[in-house]
């Protein structure tokens, strides 16, 4: 089967990747060339234990109402999201999408017992992101945008990209104009003269591990390699570009490799009190951002002057204190993330093993089965964990089909966030509660808001009444 790209963009009810939950999904299919071959808008209901984030609701515009009238329960649309994401040679591609929307799906995924990771891998499929692309590019000053700046100062961000260069028609942050924007943005990409292809590289973890054993190696430390790296979230004022020591593969995590910066801050003040608590440390992923180019003195020579500075300190210092260095190396090489107690089900994807064969075999007795005979497979599932959230499916969106038990799990559970009981996320962060929401809708009020956002004001005002009135 021919490779394709799914382009694809998400509007969400809140920031909250465990707790939160898709409001729109859109995504345009295009062959490598980028012709378009499909495309697809998905609404999603509104979950029955979720409050949309008032902010959320004011920056996208998807009304409550229309998610309500026609769209899917979460369970379903999942379905359909999934299977787009998982046919076969697909690569998925947005715009920061692995900055958000791609963790934001895994979430999604696992929470309705369906494999989180592979459509990252499995039977041809991939993923990309124009996000890093465009700093790339950008940093190299390619011609092939007019590059917006929002007072004075350099913004890689999809709304202004659009409205500057006028790529695509429509709301912002829309996901289906946002997703015909970045095909756009593609298009001149492509068209730019840059090797699309070699951009294109940096997500496939082979051609990255390839690219890797090109860095120099840093004497005397000869398993530390200098690099230049090039990512937006190093910001317009650095011109997007950071210079730093590949301290090697996390020992734990084998596919992180551990960056130490060398422009923020003259090292002289590390010692080994403070290893651990050094903050430029970058945790780079295969076949994610940030991208890297060996420290050539064409690339390196366009150092802003104070950058080149601390640098040259830096090695300096470096090579006077290898020992310091080693340990420094050896400490976040060898780091782990805390476990955190008490996670619920749809907050402990990463604390949780991987599916087993048996797992995926009982999942997909599961989604196979009519709604009347899910509640029985759900009790074979043998995982605590996934039985839970099996019984969370059914409770939320076949509640006709759910046992009374299933039912009072639910209800427990959102009387708890209505009681401002506090609960932890996959990042050790307290979900926002429901009286925060209440603070939050105040807040908008007090903006100055079209009659566009008034109207999901009131929107949001009815549904917190009718949630309120079952949760208390």
């Not at 005397?220 to 937006?232: E, K, Q, S, T, V």
């Not at 301290?247 to 003040?269: A, M």
């Not at 060898?334 to 048996?358: I, R, T």
């Amino acid at each position: 089967m021919q490779q394709t790209l799914l382009f694809y963009d998400l509007e969400t009810s809140g920031l909250d990747k465990s707790y939160d939950q898709v409001q729109q999904f859109a995504g345009i299919r295009t062959d490598m060339a980028l012709n378009e071959l499909e495309r697809h808008e998905i609404f999603v209901k509104i979950n029955p234990d979720i409050i949309p984030n008032p902010h959320a609701l004011m920056l996208h515009r998807v009304s409550i109402n229309t998610c309500q009238n026609i769209g899917l329960n979460e369970y379903e649309a999942m379905q359909r999201i999934h299977a787009l994401m998982n046919t076969p040679n697909t690569i998925s591609v947005g715009y920061n999408t692995l900055g958000f929307d791609d963790e934001f799906l895994r979430f999604s995924f696992h929470r309705n017992l369906l494999t989180p990771y592979t459509h990252q891998f499995a039977n041809g499929c991939g993923r990309a992101d124009l996000y890093p692309m465009a700093a790339m590019l950008r940093w190299q000053q390619a011609e092939c945008l007019t590059w917006p700046n929002i007072e004075g100062s350099p913004t890689l961000k999809l709304e202004h990209l659009n409205a500057t260069n006028q790529l695509a028609q429509g709301q912002a942050h829309n996901a289906l104009v946002d997703v015909e924007a970045t095909i756009s943005l593609a298009k001149r990409f492509q068209s730019s003269g840059a090797s699309w292809d070699y951009l294109l590289g940096y997500f496939n973890k082979h051609v990255g591990q390839k690219r890797l054993q090109q860095l120099r190696p840093f004497e005397p430390l000869r398993n530390c390699h200098l690099a230049l790296m090039i990512d937006g979230n190093f910001g317009g004022k650095n011109h997007y570009q950071c210079p730093v020591l590949g301290l090697g593969t996390h020992h734990h995590y084998h596919n992180q490799t551990l960056w130490l910066k060398l422009d923020q801050q003259d090292l002289s003040d590390l010692n080994e009190d403070n290893l651990g608590t050094l903050p430029w440390i970058i945790r780079k992923k295969a076949g994610e951002s940030p991208f890297f180019l060996p420290d050539k003195p064409r690339y390196m020579d366009k150092l802003l002057p104070d950058q080149k500075e601390i640098l040259e300190s830096n090695l300096a210092w470096l090579k006077e204190n290898v020992g310091l260095l080693e340990k420094l190396q050896t400490h976040h090489c060898q780091w782990q993330y805390p476990e955190l107690p008490d996670l619920p089900p749809q907050a402990n994807l990463y604390q949780s093993n991987f599916l087993s064969s048996k797992d995926l075999q009982q999942c997909a007795a599961f989604h196979l089965a009519e709604p009347e005979q899910k509640a029985r497979l759900a009790k074979q599932i043998q995982r605590p964990d996934l039985q839970q959230l099996a019984d969370d499916i059914l409770a939320k969106h076949y509640a006709h089909d759910a046992s009374e038990t299933q039912r009072q799990c639910l209800a427990q559970r959102t009387q708890m966030f209505c009681d401002d009981r506090p609960m932890l996320n996959h990042v050790g962060k307290l979900r926002i509660t429901f009286s925060e929401i209440q603070e939050a809708i105040l807040l908008c009020a007090q903006q100055n808001l079209d009659n566009q956002q008034q109207n999901l004001l009131a929107e949001l005002k009815a549904y917190i009444g009718t949630f309120a009135g079952i949760a208390r």
